[in-house]
């Protein structure tokens, strides 16, 4: 609980703030205890419309999928740029329409599948360009922002603590990779250096050390979170 009038951080049984002495909303007000809405064991079963809500993304889906097909046909005789169209859209339901089909959504497991569905579409749009470019970029950049990624995720849903550590220190890693990027983008386009990377890396690593120097300093922290409320 915080102050309404200067944000700092409240105990639950202060009645006025300790600071600026202004009176916590409806002080004289008792918590009173609430019943169960329903008696124990008897909470009537709600029925789900998920499948119903599935089945129309699905549809909506497969709308822009069906007249993408039919224009390339009529257009080109054959089956130009539908590819195109069919792999974003695949991501795109992998990404946010794949999981509504479970009750049980584990999020290690669903971005793992969407950072895949990425790289295979990437490795169809340089399969049908004949690029060249997937295994010396898209493959090593993709595939080391997805160990990012996972491992980020993973960290946030299985550990209950510590988020400003996993935060700070994904933050550091990733401007850390951003001149692996670099390095990738010129050795397979032929660039030349111009050491744009420093600069992202610098504010990553500028950002993520300072959410790690908070969950380290619990004074600075509860200021941060007076000022800002989180």
Known sequence: MYCIKCG??????????????TVVCHPEFENMARGNLYPENKIPNTVSNAKTI??????????????CFLTDIKINGRLDWFGYVAGALAVSYVMFAFPLWFKKRNPVIFTACALVMVILYLL??????????????????AGGLSLIICTV?????YLKKGRLYIIGGALISLGAFMMLIEFFL?????????????????GLVLFGGLLIFLGINRTAREIMERKLFF
């Open 8 to 21: 700092v951080k409240l105990a639950d049984s202060e009645k006025k703030c300790p600071l600026c002495d």
């Open 54 to 67: 599935n089945g129309v993304i699905l549809i909506l889906f497969m709308i822009p999928l069906i007249i």
């Open 124 to 141: 169809y749009i340089s399969l049908s360009t004949n690029g060249g470019w997937f295994m010396s970029f898209a493959f090593p950049v």
């Open 153 to 157: 995720v993973a960290l946030l849903h």
């Open 186 to 202: 010129n050795i397979t386009f032929d660039l030349p250096y111009l050491w744009w990377s420093i600069y992202p890396l610098s």
